[in-house]
């Protein structure tokens, strides 16, 4: 009873099965639309080909609004250095580069069209999740949680 009481957040659950639902989520729901260029782009400088899986986008954006739920005043900067990697040159030594940023602020965009993130008041930059967003994660938090119950 007492753990009935209190509310599960995106904090209690691991983040691969929460991703994983999100994306299920937005691939779902009608407001949130592939672009037409995704199958084509490369998630970075250093990869080589485009992402194979057909959910790519969908898993983004569900790894980026986990993110920016954790970490209010995430901006596209700090997500580019996060999803970023080493650009391997050959027999030359490797080099950090950031990921690209188009993709991520298309995704913020979309986020923010299905009013689930926000840009942060005052000018400081970076976006923090909505009410309607982050009780939206929860809920779909929680139902990750009801349904690794089930399976026990």
């Keep these: 009873m ?12 691991a983040a691969r099965q929460f991703i994983e639902a999100y994306a299920e ?4 729901s009608d407001k949130f639309e592939l672009p037409v260029w995704a199958d084509t782009v490369k998630t970075a400088c250093f990869k080589e080909l485009a992402p194979y899986g057909d959910d ?9 609004a986990r993110k920016v739920y954790l970490r209010p005043g995430l901006g596209v900067g700090q997500l580019q250095k996060w ?6 040159r050959g027999a030359r030594t490797e080099h950090f580069r950031k990921a690209s940023s188009g993709i991520i602020r298309s995704v913020l965009i979309q ?4 009013k689930v993130v926000e840009k942060m008041p005052n000018g400081a930059g ?3 999740m909505t009410r309607v967003g982050q009780q939206d994660l929860d ?12 399976e026990e």
């Design 126 to 128: 970076g976006r923090q």
């Design 139 to 150: 809920r779909i938090a929680g139902s990750v949680i009801r349904e690794a119950e089930e």
């Design 111 to 114: 986020l923010e069209e299905m």
């Design 56 to 64: 790519w986008y969908y898993i983004r954006a569900a790894s980026i």
């Design 83 to 88: 999803y970023g990697g080493n650009y391997r």
């Design 25 to 28: 989520h937005l691939k779902n």
């Design 2 to 13: 007492a753990e009935e009481a209190r509310g599960i957040c995106v904090r209690d659950v």
